[in-house]
């Protein structure tokens, strides 16, 4: 019995590494989650994040990133929005499936009564892939304001969707 062409190529495909093991060069996602500040002002918010990555060297990827985040009114407290936008270098410390990454980055936050704060961060925490491209993550990070301002830190659980 001879076996079709076809099925013998589809069932090699089938058998091909996922996605996320392959090596890829470069990726896009969208991130959402909710951050909050543990060490200095601000308050709990919901950002949605337009984020690219750049392998640059070994297990260090370029990132880049654009957040717009916001905030409901609460009693004795407005609404606020911002949008931040960073480039920074990644370090993964493990391949996938659970990566603890090292970064650090440097940008602004524009906020919704035109304030805009340049700032430099350096943070740490884990992503899981939960399925071939998505991802959650709990990430903790240093901000330090350049200008006016005192530092800052604050803690994000996310999750990430990969193009």
Do not use: C, K
Request: glycine share 10%.
């Amino acid at each position: 019995m001879r076996i079709p062409t076809w099925l013998l190529a589809a069932s090699l495909a089938a058998l091909s590494a996922p996605a996320r093991a392959q090596l890829a060069p470069s990726s896009l996602a969208v991130e959402s989650g909710a951050s909050a500040p543990i060490r200095g002002a601000g308050r709990a918010d919901a950002p949605i994040v337009l984020g690219a990555t750049r392998w640059l060297e070994g297990d260090v990827d370029a990132t880049f990133r654009l957040a717009f985040g916001s905030a409901p009114e609460t009693a004795g407290r407005g609404a606020h929005r911002f949008v931040l936008a960073s480039a920074g270098a990644r370090w993964s410390l493990l391949p996938d499936p659970v990566r603890p990454q090292l970064s650090a980055e440097a940008g602004f936050r524009r906020w919704s009564d035109g304030r805009l704060a340049p700032m430099l961060a350096a943070g740490a925490g884990v992503e899981v892939f939960v399925a071939r491209d998505l991802s959650l993550t709990a990430r903790g990070a240093a901000r330090i304001p350049l200008g006016s301002g005192p530092p800052s830190a604050d803690l994000t659980l996310g999750i990430a969707a990969y193009f």
